[in-house]
């Protein structure tokens, strides 16, 4: 099925410890995007990719880094990782042909540290 | 910063009653966009209006846009349980065309 996968769905981290979440988009997308989610917070920018190549900070980028491999892959690093990076992420793509912008969501990754 | 606000945070409704709610943003947009996300998932593109149009359907939804007010509305008619889920506005960021600003989203309960 077309769209956007993220891994892992789930995962626990200690504090201090890194991980990267993987995002790959089949929809040919130029742009790519990754989004927390917390609590009456609403979603949050953290970093996006406006095409291949380049990548833009968003809202909240403190503490994330991000690569943009090739077209469809767009993955998102926590160097080491602090309770208040406990969230749901979402990557996302969009393409602005035929002047749409509208974005297809990942499934989200639930990150706990602790 | 938050572009988009939506009104009420939740909303509680029959079955077959209409549900509207409401999206302010602060600064001159092109477009709007509305998306729908059910609990435990990704969030579900549902329409996009232009700043040239006044008012988009699609299916039981239809959205008005009054960038006079910098207002939106989403009105879904006549709702069933399985429109259950929150319901976000998004707006391009003042910063970048290819960057939407979400609001918190209004959480709608539709009872059967």
């Known amino acids: 099925n077309a769209g956007v996968t993220q891994t892992p769905k789930f995962q626990v981290l200690k504090t201090g410890q890194s991980m990267t979440l993987q995002c790959a988009q089949d929809?040919?997308?130029?742009?790519m995007y990754w989004y927390r989610q917390d609590p009456g917070m609403g979603l949050r920018l953290i970093y996006y990719?406006?095409?291949?190549?380049?990548?833009d900070k968003g809202e909240v980028p403190n503490g994330y880094n991000v690569s943009r491999l090739n077209k469809r892959e767009f993955s998102l690093r926590l160097e080491s990782a602090a309770p208040s990076q406990t969230s749901v992420y979402f990557c996302?793509?969009?393409?602005?042909?035929?002047?749409?912008?509208?974005?297809?969501f990942g499934s989200g990754t639930r990150l706990t540290v602790v | 910063s938050q572009q988009g606000e939506e009104d009420p945070q939740a909303l509680s409704i029959q079955e077959g009653e209409n549900a509207t709610m409401n999206c302010s943003y602060k600064?001159?947009?092109?477009?709007l966009q509305w998306y729908r996300q059910n609990s435990g998932r990704g969030l579900v593109h549902l329409i996009l209006?232009?700043?040239?149009?006044r008012e988009k359907h699609s299916g039981r939804l239809r959205v008005t846009l009054d960038t006079s007010k910098k207002s939106s509305s989403l009105l879904i008619t006549a709702s069933r349980a399985a429109d259950t889920a929150s319901y976000f506005c998004?707006?391009?960021?003042?910063?970048?065309?290819?960057?939407?600003?979400f609001g918190t989203g209004t959480r709608l309960k539709v009872l059967a």
């Open positions: 996302a793509s969009s393409s602005k042909d035929r002047g749409s912008y509208g974005y297809t």
């Open positions: 929809m040919n997308h130029n742009s």
């Open positions: 990719s406006a095409s291949e190549g380049t990548t």
């Open positions: 600064t001159s947009i092109n477009n």
């Open positions: 209006i232009r700043s040239n149009e």
């Open positions: 998004a707006a391009p960021s003042t910063s970048g065309t290819y960057k939407y600003i």
